[in-house]
């Protein structure tokens, strides 16, 4: 009753507010929605800690009046706000479970004046797994209302990816844990790459939780990631400072379909370059290794490019041959700018330009090779070695990495030699 007592009186006297945090698109600049969360900033004591007092309205099953409360403080106002920006809630285990919920939250949003299909709910992995036909059923009912359900914190909890697949997520949040500093943590850069990667594939728009520098956006944008939340975009704020920082930024008019960066999306992109480029294409690792090869590179040594994909240099070469690559492979591995050199292979007379292949943050990570057959008619071998050198000029996105390309595939736009 004590709590019950104290929830009462700072709610009626406005000591818990909503605090509005905005969640950005990574690629535009621009205000997607809100994340409304509860702040309880007491006369006496001061700034009461969400971390503290959210457990116990739980645990005294006080937690359907706190939310109650944000919803029909948040969504009066933010209906007053120009733009078709999203506002999303935390709901808590317990009251996942409840059948009447949907109903009740539908009616309640609807008597703000604040849009139903921009309202946003959040769940944790661990909400799940009380009740899981409870919870299945009760986000099914909200998408079908269509509220959106994002599963937060995703990453720190009981993952299952045949849960994501079956549950209606249309939005997927990286914990903030694998977002601090992952431009300088490559186990980091991984993991947010595997998730990412993971929600693209199954079409979930992914945030990252917890942004903070601008080093970390840009990994994040290169990856793929679509929105982004964090100190780097706003802190959590009143209404007045919320209003501010939309119009500051700008909401998005018409929020399109995430892109369809995914890896495989990506390894098609590169199958298809690699089988139509008039030259020969491949990739080595930093063991001189053949990653990827295709079948006109491949030739070179009477191979497929499924053959020579595996083996290493040395095991295909030898004598001066071989020494002549080993030291474009050392010259590359030292230079910003492609080498490019001729050498005779058998009865071949090659022309090979050779570019080494960064990630991220400017590691070395392997060795973009391209061949061309220098006894082709001059003409035709000018123009191909013209676009094959701009080919291992593309910028770090298109070649940052074996098999991933965040572009379109490169068109050479020229005949078979």
């Known amino acids: 009753m004590v709590v019950h007592a104290c929830l009462t009186t700072a709610i009626e006297n406005e000591h818990i507010w909503p605090a509005?945090?905005?969640?950005?698109?990574?690629?535009?600049?621009r205000l997607r929605g809100f994340e409304v969360l509860a702040r309880w900033t007491d006369p006496q004591v001061g700034e009461i800690s969400p971390v503290d007092f959210i457990p116990v309205l739980e645990q005294r099953d006080l937690i359907d009046i706190l939310f109650n409360?944000?919803?029909?403080?948040?969504?009066?106002?933010?209906?007053?706000?120009?733009g078709p920006f999203f506002l999303a809630f935390n709901i808590s285990p317990k009251q996942l479970i409840g059948k009447a919920l949907p109903i009740e939250l539908s009616e309640t949003v609807r008597a703000t004046g604040f849009p139903l299909e921009r309202f946003?709910?959040?769940?944790?992995?661990?909400?799940?797994?009380?009740?899981?036909?409870?919870?299945?059923?009760?986000?099914?009912?909200?998408?079908?209302?269509?509220?959106?359900?994002?599963?937060?914190?995703?990453?720190?909890?009981?993952?299952?990816?045949?849960?994501?697949?079956?549950?209606?997520?249309?939005?997927?949040?990286?914990?903030?844990?694998?977002?601090?500093?992952?431009?300088?943590?490559?186990?980091?850069?991984?993991?947010?790459?595997?998730?990412?990667?993971?929600?693209?594939?199954?079409?979930?728009?992914?945030?990252?939780?917890?942004?903070?520098?601008?080093?970390?956006?840009?990994?994040?944008?290169?990856?793929?990631?679509?929105?982004?939340?964090?100190?780097?975009?706003?802190?959590?704020?009143?209404?007045?400072?919320?209003?501010?920082?939309?119009?500051?930024?700008?909401?998005?008019?018409?929020?399109?379909?995430?892109?369809?960066?995914?890896?495989?999306?990506?390894?098609?992109?590169?199958?298809?370059?690699?089988?139509?480029?008039?030259?020969g294409l491949c990739f080595l690792d930093l063991n001189h290794r053949h990653v990827r090869a295709n079948d006109r590179f491949a030739s070179i040594h009477n191979m497929t490019g499924a053959e020579l994909e595996g083996k290493t240099v040395s095991d295909v070469m030898s004598g001066p041959t071989l020494a002549t690559v080993k030291r474009?492979?050392?010259?590359?591995?030292?230079?910003?700018?492609?080498?490019?050199?001729?050498?005779?292979?058998?009865?071949?007379?090659?022309?090979?330009?050779?570019?080494?292949?960064?990630?991220?943050?400017?590691?070395?990570?392997?060795?973009?090779?391209?061949?061309?057959?220098?006894?082709?008619?001059?003409?035709?071998?000018?123009?191909v070695l013209e676009r094959a050198t701009a080919f291992t000029k593309q910028p770090p996105a298109l070649r940052r990495c074996p098999g991933c390309s965040s572009g379109q595939p490169h068109q050479f736009g020229l005949e078979c030699i």
């Open 328 to 383: 474009i492979l050392k010259q590359c591995m030292l230079s910003d700018e492609p080498i490019t050199e001729n050498y005779i292979h058998g009865e071949r007379h090659l022309r090979v330009i050779c570019t080494r292949v960064v990630d991220l943050i400017g590691e070395v990570i392997g060795f973009s090779g391209v061949s061309i057959d220098t006894e082709a008619p001059l003409e035709s071998c000018q123009r």
């Open 120 to 279: 946003q709910i959040e769940v944790t992995e661990s909400s799940l797994i009380s009740d899981v036909e409870e919870a299945y059923s009760r986000l099914h009912e909200f998408d079908d209302m269509g509220v959106k359900v994002a599963l937060d914190d995703f990453g720190t909890g009981y993952s299952s990816l045949a849960r994501l697949e079956a549950f209606p997520f249309r939005k997927l949040k990286i914990d903030a844990c694998f977002v601090r500093a992952l431009d300088r943590d490559s186990s980091k850069r991984r993991i947010a790459a595997a998730i990412i990667g993971l929600g693209q594939s199954l079409g979930i728009t992914v945030v990252a939780e917890g942004v903070e520098t601008l080093q970390e956006e840009a990994v994040l944008r290169d990856l793929g990631c679509d929105l982004g939340q964090g100190w780097l975009y706003g802190k959590p704020q009143t209404k007045d400072e919320a209003r501010r920082t939309l119009e500051m930024y700008g909401a998005v008019e018409h929020a399109s379909p995430p892109l369809d960066v995914s890896p495989f999306q990506q390894l098609h992109q590169l199958a298809t370059l690699y089988k139509q480029a008039p030259v």
């Open 20 to 29: 509005f945090q905005p969640i950005v698109d990574i690629r535009s600049g």
């Open 69 to 82: 409360h944000l919803v029909q403080t948040a969504c009066p106002v933010a209906a007053t706000w120009p």
